[in-house]
């Protein structure tokens, strides 16, 4: 079974660039999520689809950071204009239906914004 | 607002160590608990999954116990081997927020 996918790796901008973020998940998941872990921390909730329907984005910084989930499958998070402090590691996950079940990550975009 | 501490958040063991890693988490009100490893860039991989209705989960050398009224699970590792090396971090599904909480993580060293 195909792990969930997501691209690219890595990703060195300046700040004010615009970035963008790609999310294959495990096929037939439902839900996808995109995560934000900064060095040293625990990964932190940006937002949660369940097919193409957003279910939380309350900790998505709306004014710079969007995402999409077009077709309830790929999803693209793009961040317009990036801030020194977005340099994170991007981690992508999904399962088959929601939060009581497994999570399965992808292997994570390293933004690096000088 | 739900919290999660993980203790320690390093930790240094000779191969062949029996050790836990521990998680805590303020809000008891959870659906269930992960942990999970993660090897340096790279993504997280789930290792257990303990249901609010279960004590504890076992795959392998790892167990991990819930005692969700004290607010605490523990992952223990038997007979550690070097390429146990990764940092584990505990997560919690539910309580006062709807989406999995993680805590900053345990990275343990396991010296040949």
């Known amino acids: 079974e195909a792990g969930v996918a997501q691209s690219p790796r890595y990703k060195i901008i300046e700040k004010r660039q615009s970035v963008a973020f790609w999310c294959n998940p495990i096929s037939g998941h439902a839900t996808l999520y995109w995560y934000q872990q900064i060095l040293g921390q625990g990964p932190k909730l940006l937002i949660q689809f369940q097919n193409n329907g957003v279910v939380d984005d309350s900790q998505l910084p709306k004014d710079r950071f969007s995402a999409e989930r077009l077709k309830g499958v790929d999803s693209t998070l793009k961040i317009q204009p990036a801030k020194l402090e977005d340099s994170a590691v991007y981690l992508c996950a999904s399962s088959f239906q929601g939060g009581n079940e497994k999570l399965f990550f992808g292997s994570g975009t390293q933004l690096s914004v000088l | 607002k739900q919290e999660v501490t993980q203790i320690p958040a390093a930790l240094s063991v000779p191969e062949g160590e029996n050790l836990v890693l521990n998680c805590s988490f303020t809000?008891?009100?959870?659906?269930?608990l992960q942990w999970f490893r993660q090897d340096p860039g790279k993504g997280l991989t789930s290792l257990l999954l303990i249901q609010s209705s279960q004590r504890e989960q076992t795959s392998g050398r790892l167990n991990a116990s819930l005692d969700k009224s004290s607010g605490r699970s523990t992952l223990y590792i038997a007979a550690s081997q070097p390429g146990d090396s990764a940092t584990y971090l505990c997560a919690v599904y539910g309580g006062s927020q709807g989406n999995l909480i993680f805590g900053k993580g345990t990275k343990l060293s396991v010296k040949p």
């Open positions: 809000d008891s009100a959870i659906y269930n």
